[in-house]
């Protein structure tokens, strides 16, 4: 009996592999079940647009995006510079594609925004969480997927044109609760820069 148990036991651990393995799985199932169409980078460079009504994504570095809406061509949209810093105030759900489940979220409190510090040096952004919900629940680690968008994005104040995207990212960008346990996440974020320009 006691061999048998063990038996058992080995049979249910899975391995790295195994766990990747089926978070290809949930992933490929959802990306099916959402009816998403995902289009070349080499198409969407072009001019940095998915087509929404065709629910398009793109995939880049292992982060399947799409770009829901973008103020590029408004008068006080940009980009950010090299060498500055922003912060932004961000709202977002996060939900477990292999668990089928949303964890997280603040698109509903309105008053309590997420806030990120972002950094555009040498073509690279970093950032950290100050306050809000991610930062209470996983401290000031931004997952690196969370980053894909940026240089495809422009910042605007005006609340009905922010910036917002979609995002299926993997658990080697995803928190460090999704790295552990080896769980992909679907984002939905909105990035609003609390100051636009130095004199504001």
Request: with cysteine; proline share 4%.
């Amino acid at each position: 009996m006691l061999l048998s148990l063990a038996v058992c036991a080995c049979d249910d651990e899975k391995t790295y592999e195994d766990m990747k393995k089926a978070e290809r799985a949930a992933v490929g199932a959802y990306i099916s079940e959402m009816g998403i169409n995902i289009i070349p980078f080499s198409e969407f460079i072009v001019d940095s647009v998915t087509d929404v009504a065709n629910n398009e994504y793109v995939l880049i570095d292992d982060v399947y995006m799409q770009i829901e809406r973008n103020p590029k061509g408004l008068e006080d949209a940009r980009q950010m510079k090299d060498g500055e810093t922003l912060t932004l105030l961000v709202r977002f759900s996060e939900y477990n594609i292999s668990e089928g489940d949303t964890i997280l979220g603040n698109i509903y409190d309105s008053d309590n925004p997420d806030v990120m510090r972002v950094t555009y040096e040498d073509g690279s952004y970093s950032a950290t969480f100050t306050s809000g919900y991610m930062y209470s629940y996983y401290g000031s680690y931004v997952p690196t997927g969370w980053l894909t968008a940026l240089p495809y994005i422009y910042m605007t104040r005006r609340q009905s044109q922010v910036a917002k995207v979609n995002l299926i990212v993997p658990h080697t960008k995803g928190t460090s609760q999704a790295a552990s346990y080896v769980y992909p996440c679907s984002y939905n974020i909105t990035f609003t820069p609390e100051r636009l320009y130095d004199t504001d």
